[in-house]
C-alpha cells in the first residue's frame, strides 16, 4: 500500500523529509492522498504522517482537494490519478486548478484555437499592468 484512502474530511497530516522539513496539509475532499511527496523545501522525499492524531491541532498551510476537471490534467500520471479518486494538492486559498484549464482533445493534446492563441500574444504583455 502506497496510498491513503481516507473518508474522513479535515484531517490534518504532515509530509516530513529527511531534514525535518514539516509540510502541514488537510484534506477537505474524500481520496486518495499519496503517501511521499517531494519536499517543498529540499526537494527530498517526505514521509506522510499517516494522519496521526497528534497531528490533528497542527495548522495547515497546503490542502488535498477533488479537482473539478480532472481529465484536463496534461500530465498523463496526475490525470489517471485525479480520474481514478485521487486528491489534487494546494495551497489554502488557492483556487482549483483545473478550473483555469483547456479542455484536452482526444489525443492528449490541449485544445486552443486559433483565436485563442492571438488574443493571448495580444493580450500578454498588458495582462499584470493593471
Ligand atoms: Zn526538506
Known sequence: ???HNMSNLSRIN???CPSN???VTRDIDSGVTPMFKKCPTCGADARSGF???ELQRLTPTHEWYKPAYPE???HPGLREHCMKGGLA???IGEPDETEAMK???ADGHRV???SDSVMSRLTNRNRFQK
Open 21 to 23: 522539513h514539516v509540510l
Open 51 to 53: 494522519y496521526n492524531n
Open 14 to 16: 504532515t509530509y516530513t
Open 72 to 74: 484536463r490534467y496534461a
Open 103 to 105: 479542455p484536452l482533445r
Open 112 to 114: 486552443n484555437t486559433f
Open 1 to 3: 500500500m502506497n496510498e
Open 89 to 91: 494538492f494546494r495551497a
